[in-house]
Nanobody, 110 residues
C-alpha cells in the first residue's frame, strides 16, 4: 500500500531553517506530482508547495523551496527564515489523490 512518511520537523528558533523529507513507498514515485500542505488555524490544509513529476514547481510559498529526488523516492521542503506563524503540522501528499502522510510537526519558538 502507499506509504508517505514525513520527517525533519522539530523545534527551531525564529529565523531558523528546517528541511522536511517525505519518503514514499508503494507507488511509482516518479510518475506522480507531489505536494506539501500544512494544517491551518482554520483546521484546513493549506498548500505550501507543489512539484510535478518532472520537477517543475507549480507553487511554493515565499521562503520555502520544494524539491524531489526520484531516485530516492523522496520529496523535500526546505524552509528558511521561519516565523512563529509557520508552526504547525506539515503533510506530504500525492497530488490529486487522497494519499497523505501522518505529518511532521514544526515548532518555531525562542
Amino acid at each position: 500500500q502507499v506509504q508517505l512518511v514525513e520527517s525533519g520537523g522539530g523545534l527551531v528558533q525564529p529565523g531558523g531553517s528546517l528541511r522536511l523529507s517525505c519518503a514514499a513507498s508503494g507507488i511509482a514515485f516518479s510518475d506522480y506530482d507531489m505536494a506539501w500542505y500544512r494544517q491551518s488555524s482554520f483546521n484546513q490544509r493549506e498548500l505550501v508547495g507543489a512539484i510535478t513529476k518532472d520537477h517543475v514547481i507549480d507553487f511554493v510559498k515565499d521562503r520555502f523551496t520544494i524539491s524531489r529526488d526520484n531516485a530516492k523516492n523522496t520529496l523535500y521542503l526546505q524552509m528558511n527564515s521561519l516565523k512563529p506563524e509557520d508552526a504547525t503540522v506539515y503533510y506530504c501528499n500525492v497530488r490529486y489523490t487522497n494519499f497523505w502522510g501522518k505529518g511532521t510537526r514544526v515548532t518555531v519558538s525562542s
